[in-house]
């Protein structure tokens, strides 16, 4: 990059300035992790708009690191964002007096910290846009947790809330080898405000076949959530799903590992609502979840100038065995729009691509489904629609 264009991005981009941080923090902006010396201060050039800063502390010998905390923010164009590392909570907080936070914005915008700040990697910048574009300040405001702050420090009642399988457990060991074994102070409201979407759907009045109906496809129950939880706005949900997604992978939130879940599964157990009646929101949410694990997955991902310790790569092979819920979803979901008669274009072509991407980089074998009605369940599934049969009077009393 020419001097005089990195000038421009240094005034009008946005500046995270940190004070005090100790020597081996691991400091995240979006994709980029930066590894603090003793010299370092911040970063900078951040473009305007939506990020996701996180960190994660480490002893003495920069070997052990403490559980990941992170937050969103919007950023705007030549603002300066500054936090203080407190040594007795260890963590970041935001300076109590105004006057000396504009005193360092100013201090900032004269170029004073320049030489201490670590560089917002633009080359970079598309990969976040690819996982963060619905996600708006609206977004941030709804969903994240009283205090802005996500950590799985804060979560350790949800690790017996899940059906344990061979990847699930993986991931909760993986999470729980990642903390100081130390205790953590909880905030008052613990988790962020995630949008409830139920997995088994019961309604009173309804026969057994029409239960049996709403939960093989889940396509009243997603149009019942847009009305409800979104006012009709699919980008709402788009927008929640990437904010799951990126509490998840960067956060370490378990949290919104179980979210972003739900969502997914709400959205691949649709059969009606992708060929019919809203092919526009899948074409954007295959493309959406085509970012996702590209990026999620990639073991051989262009190096960012950052240290992996502490941030442990999540999506990890368990993530790719046949018996993870995203591989028994996909199967069906790529059946039901692949061997459909007619079907959207542009939702054609990006299930394509991620059936694509999963068979050549991840090595799934997705065979098609030959089943007469083009629906086909293993047996074992644990994630293939849950149907309860149920008598009469149950119904009339669920």
């Not at 105004?98 to 080359?123: C, I, T």
């Not at 009642?157 to 205790?183: D, H, I, Y």
């Not at 990126?246 to 609502?273: D, I, N, P, R, Y």
Request: aromatic content about 12%; hydrophobic content about 40%.
């Amino acid at each position: 990059m020419d001097p005089e264009t990195a000038l421009e991005l240094v005034k009008h981009g946005a500046t995270l300035l940190l004070l005090d941080v100790p020597q081996h923090t691991l400091i995240g902006v979006d994709t980029q992790i930066y590894y603090s010396g003793p010299n370092f201060k911040g970063v900078k050039m951040i473009p305007p708009g939506v990020h996701f800063l996180y960190y994660s502390s480490s002893n003495r010998e920069g070997i052990e690191f403490s559980p990941v905390v992170g937050f969103f923010i919007d950023a705007k164009a030549s603002q300066v964002i500054v936090r203080k590392w407190d040594q007795k909570e260890e963590r970041f907080v935001k300076l109590p007096d105004d006057d000396e936070e504009e005193r360092y914005s100013a201090a900032v915008q004269r170029l004073e910290f320049d030489k201490h700040l670590g560089p917002y990697s633009w080359s970079h910048y598309g990969d976040w846009k690819q996982l963060s574009n619905y996600i708006t300040k609206e977004t941030i405001e709804r969903i994240e947790p009283t205090g802005g702050e996500i950590s799985i420090a804060c979560e350790s009642e949800m690790f017996g809330l899940f059906s344990k399988t061979a990847m699930e457990e993986t991931l909760a060991e993986q999470l729980k080898n990642s903390k100081f074994p130390k205790p953590v102070e909880k905030p008052q409201k613990r988790g962020c405000y995630y949008t409830t979407v139920p997995r088994v759907i019961k309604q009173k009045g309804m026969s057994v076949k029409e239960l049996t109906y709403l939960n093989l496809d889940k396509t009243q129950l997603l149009e019942s959530i847009l009305l409800k939880e979104y006012g009709g706005d699919e980008d709402a949900l788009l927008a929640e799903l990437q904010f799951a997604f990126v509490a998840f992978l960067m956060g370490q939130s378990l949290e919104a590992f179980m979210q972003w879940k739900l969502l997914v599964s709400l959205l691949l157990g649709c059969t009606e609502a992708p060929l019919h009646t809203r092919s526009r929101l899948f074409t954007k949410f295959i493309k959406v979840i085509y970012y996702q694990l590209k990026y999620g997955f990639l073991e051989n991902k262009k190096d960012i100038g950052a240290k992996s310790e502490g941030v442990s790569a999540l999506l990890d092979e368990s993530w790719l065995s046949s018996d993870s819920f995203l591989h028994l979803l996909c199967k069906d979901f790529f059946s039901l729009v692949l061997e459909a008669p007619v079907v959207d274009g542009d939702l054609l072509s990006w299930t394509r691509r991620l059936r694509v991407l999963l068979e050549d980089s991840f090595g799934w074998q997705i065979q098609q489904n030959s089943a007469a009605d083009g629906i086909y369940f293993d047996k074992d599934d644990e994630y293939a629609p849950v149907v309860e049969i149920l008598d009469d009077a149950e119904c009339s009393n669920t």
